[in-house]
């Protein structure tokens, strides 16, 4: 399954209620359940990001349709990124030869 990096910011809204972000982590993480993924890790971060979430999901689409539906929300912005484990990345390069 493929594996993908979130990048996320707070918005003010998200501010506005940062007591409810264990809570709302929980609900993204039982949605993206209910899609065929599953969370790695969370956590919170200092610097250019408030939030970083590594997860699997069975598909790009998918990976697609679980971060417009956190967007949608009005608590984050995000950014995300597709991951390649080592092995998939010593093949990439590999193949240029």
Do not use: C, H
């Not at 979430?53 to 912005?77: C, E, H, Q, S, W």
């Amino acid at each position: 399954m493929p594996t993908y990096v979130m990048l996320a910011n707070w918005t003010e809204q998200g501010m506005r209620a940062i007591g409810e972000s264990p809570r709302r982590v929980d609900v993204a993480k039982k949605t993206l359940e209910e899609m065929g993924g599953q969370f790695r890790s969370v956590y919170m971060t200092m610097g250019d990001y408030d939030l970083i979430m590594i997860y699997d999901a069975p598909d790009d689409a998918v990976a697609a349709r679980f971060t417009l539906m956190l967007g949608k929300l009005g608590n984050v912005r995000t950014t995300s990124l597709k991951a390649f484990p080592e092995e998939a990345f010593r093949q990439i390069v590999n193949s240029l030869r």
